[in-house]
C-alpha cells in the first residue's frame, strides 16, 4: 500500500510538470568560519611595488635594435660602469627591457626575500635564460623599498621560425623567486596603534554585527562594536607592549557563522557562469528557440558551344537557406534553486552563453533573487 501511494505521488508529480528537479529549494545552511578568514586588521597590509629594468643573456631572443628604450637603458647601465658608448652603436638582440612588479608583505624587514615578476615591454620573443640585472623597486611615494636580481623562470617558451613556429603559455612573462631583496623597513609597530580594527574583505552589516557578538561572547564584556558594514572596533583594548599579538590571535581564531549574499558572476569573454547555492529564482517561463541561416556560394563554368562565339565564364550561384527550430520551454515554481536552472537549460540544450542571455532577461524580470555582476 505504501508503495502505491509513493507511486501516484511521483505521478503527480510528473504530471503536473514539476519533475525530480523542480522541487521548492532546500534552504542553505549557514557556513562556520574564522575571522581571519573574512577580516583583515587595520593597517596590516601589503604594498606593491614598481621598477624598470634589464633582463640580459638572451639568446637572439630579445628586443629589436628599433626598439629605443632597450638601447637608450644599455647605454646608461654602461655609462654608470665607466663606459660611453653610444645608444645606436648597441645591439639588443641578447637583452629585453622589463617592468619588475613585486608585492611587499607586512612586517617586512631589510634582509626580507620577496618574489618578483618580470614583464617585457619592447618586442623580445621570450625571456627564455634571462638574467634580470638589479633593479631598484619603488613604492607609491617614490622612494625605493626593495631591489631585484636574479634568473628569470618561466611557465613557458616558444621553439621554431615565424613561418613554422610553436609557443606554450605566454614566454614574455616571468618570475625571479626569491630575487627581491627588502631594503627599507615598512613594519607596522602594534604598539604605537591606539585602536584595533577590523576590516571585512566584503561589507555586510550582518556579518559585522555577527564578529562583533563572537569577540564580546569570548571575553565576556562588551569589547567590540560594529561601526558600519565593514569595521569592527575594538573599544578598549589591552594595549600593553607584548600582549597585542596574543590578543590578536584570540580575536582572528573565534568562529562564527556567515550567511553568504546570493550572487551570480557571469564572465562573457570566457562563457563562465558562477552561481551560488543559495541564490532563488521566482515563478517564471523560459522559452528559447534558435535561428540558422546558412548562405552556400557554388562556383559553375558556363562554356559556349563547340564553333560558337562566346567565352567561357564563372557564375556564381548563391543559396540562401533559413531554419528556425521551435522554441523550447522550461517552467519553474517559485522558490526554484540553481540546480533546477541548470538543469532545465540543459534539457533544451542551452549552452553557456545562452545561459548568461537568460540570466540577465531573468535579472530584467525580477525573477532572480540574487546580484548580477558581469565581469
Same mark, same amino acid.
Given at each position: +500500500?505504501? +508503495?502505491?501511494?509513493? %507511486?501516484?505521488?511521483?505521478?503527480?508529480?510528473?504530471?503536473?510538470?514539476?519533475?525530480?528537479?523542480?522541487?521548492?529549494?532546500?534552504?542553505?545552511?549557514?557556513?562556520?568560519?574564522?575571522?581571519?578568514?573574512?577580516?583583515? #586588521?587595520?593597517?596590516?597590509?601589503?604594498?606593491? $611595488?614598481?621598477?624598470?629594468?634589464? &633582463?640580459?643573456?638572451?639568446?637572439?631572443?630579445?628586443? @629589436?635594435?628599433?626598439? #629605443?628604450?632597450?638601447?637608450?637603458?644599455?647605454?646608461?647601465?654602461?655609462?654608470? +660602469?665607466?663606459?660611453?658608448?653610444?645608444?645606436?652603436?648597441?645591439? &639588443?638582440?641578447?637583452?629585453?627591457?622589463?617592468?619588475?612588479?613585486?608585492?611587499?608583505?607586512?612586517?617586512?624587514?631589510?634582509?626580507?626575500?620577496?618574489?618578483?615578476?618580470?614583464?617585457?615591454?619592447?618586442?623580445?620573443?621570450? #625571456? /627564455?635564460?634571462?638574467?634580470?640585472?638589479?633593479?631598484?623597486?619603488?613604492?607609491?611615494?617614490?622612494?625605493?623599498?626593495?631591489?631585484?636580481?636574479?634568473?628569470?623562470?618561466?611557465?613557458?617558451?616558444?621553439?621554431?621560425?615565424?613561418?613554422?613556429?610553436?609557443?606554450?603559455?605566454?614566454?614574455?612573462?616571468? %618570475?625571479?623567486?626569491?630575487?627581491?631583496?627588502? /631594503?627599507?623597513?615598512?613594519?607596522?609597530?602594534?604598539?604605537?596603534?591606539?585602536?584595533?580594527?577590523?576590516? $571585512?574583505?566584503?561589507?555586510?552589516?550582518?556579518?559585522?554585527? *555577527?564578529?562583533?557578538?563572537?569577540?564580546?561572547?569570548?571575553?565576556? %564584556?562588551? +569589547?567590540?562594536?560594529?561601526?558600519?558594514?565593514? @569595521?569592527?572596533?575594538?573599544?578598549?583594548?589591552?594595549?600593553?607592549?607584548?600582549?597585542?599579538?596574543?590578543?590578536?590571535?584570540?580575536?582572528?581564531? $573565534?568562529?562564527?557563522?556567515?550567511?553568504?549574499?546570493?550572487?551570480?558572476?557571469?564572465?562573457?569573454?570566457?562563457?563562465?557562469?558562477?552561481?551560488?547555492?543559495?541564490?532563488?529564482?521566482?515563478?517564471?517561463?523560459?522559452?528559447?528557440?534558435?535561428?540558422?541561416? /546558412?548562405?552556400?556560394? *557554388?562556383?559553375?563554368?558556363?562554356?559556349?558551344?563547340?564553333? =560558337?562565339?562566346? *567565352?567561357?565564364?564563372?557564375?556564381?550561384?548563391?543559396?540562401?537557406? =533559413?531554419?528556425?527550430?521551435?522554441?523550447? %520551454?522550461? *517552467?519553474?515554481? /517559485?522558490?526554484?534553486?540553481?540546480?533546477?536552472?541548470?538543469?532545465?537549460?540543459?534539457?533544451?540544450?542551452?549552452?553557456?552563453?545562452?545561459?548568461?542571455?537568460?540570466?540577465?532577461?531573468?535579472?530584467?524580470?525580477?525573477? #532572480?533573487?540574487?546580484?548580477?555582476?558581469?565581469?
Amino acid at each position: +500500500m505504501a +508503495m502505491r501511494h509513493k %507511486r501516484w505521488i511521483a505521478l503527480w508529480t510528473f504530471w503536473l510538470g514539476l519533475g525530480p528537479g523542480l522541487l521548492p529549494a532546500v534552504e542553505t545552511p549557514p557556513r562556520l568560519v574564522q575571522i581571519r578568514d573574512i577580516s583583515t #586588521l587595520e593597517g596590516v597590509r601589503e604594498n606593491s $611595488l614598481l621598477g624598470y629594468g634589464a &633582463v640580459v643573456g638572451l639568446n637572439s631572443t630579445g628586443d @629589436r635594435r628599433q626598439t #629605443l628604450f632597450t638601447t637608450q637603458t644599455i647605454a646608461n647601465i654602461l655609462q654608470k +660602469m665607466g663606459l660611453q658608448v653610444s645608444p645606436t652603436a648597441i645591439r &639588443v638582440n641578447n637583452v629585453a627591457a622589463v617592468f619588475v612588479t613585486a608585492t611587499l608583505p607586512p612586517f617586512a624587514s631589510p634582509g626580507t626575500k620577496i618574489d618578483v615578476t618580470v614583464s617585457s615591454t619592447g618586442d623580445a620573443k621570450t #625571456l /627564455e635564460g634571462g638574467y634580470l640585472l638589479l633593479t631598484p623597486l619603488y613604492g607609491p611615494d617614490g622612494q625605493v623599498y626593495a631591489t631585484g636580481q636574479g634568473p628569470v623562470v618561466l611557465g613557458g617558451y616558444t621553439g621554431g621560425t615565424r613561418a613554422n613556429s610553436v609557443q606554450i603559455n605566454h614566454p614574455t612573462v616571468g %618570475r625571479v623567486p626569491a630575487g627581491g631583496m627588502v /631594503e627599507r623597513d615598512t613594519s607596522v609597530d602594534l604598539t604605537k596603534l591606539g585602536k584595533l580594527s577590523w576590516l $571585512l574583505r566584503d561589507a555586510d552589516f550582518t556579518t559585522a554585527v *555577527e564578529v562583533a557578538a563572537a569577540i564580546n561572547r569570548h571575553f565576556g %564584556r562588551e +569589547m567590540a562594536r560594529a561601526v558600519d558594514g565593514r @569595521r569592527i572596533e575594538i573599544l578598549h583594548p589591552e594595549l600593553v607592549p607584548g600582549t597585542i599579538p596574543a590578543l590578536v590571535t584570540q580575536i582572528e581564531n $573565534l568562529s562564527l557563522t556567515v550567511h553568504p549574499r546570493a550572487k551570480v558572476v557571469v564572465n562573457e569573454r570566457t562563457g563562465t557562469v558562477v552561481m551560488g547555492k543559495n541564490v532563488s529564482l521566482g515563478a517564471c517561463s523560459i522559452l528559447h528557440g534558435n535561428l540558422a541561416i /546558412e548562405i552556400n556560394t *557554388e562556383y559553375q563554368v558556363s562554356q559556349p558551344q563547340p564553333f =560558337a562565339k562566346g *567565352e567561357t565564364v564563372v557564375v556564381p550561384q548563391t543559396t540562401v537557406r =533559413a531554419q528556425e527550430s521551435p522554441a523550447k %520551454r522550461v *517552467e519553474l515554481r /517559485e522558490g526554484a534553486t540553481v540546480d533546477d536552472l541548470i538543469n532545465g537549460l540543459q534539457n533544451i540544450g542551452a549552452t553557456a552563453r545562452d545561459i548568461m542571455a537568460i540570466l540577465e532577461a531573468l535579472k530584467a524580470a525580477g525573477a #532572480l533573487q540574487a546580484e548580477l555582476e558581469v565581469i
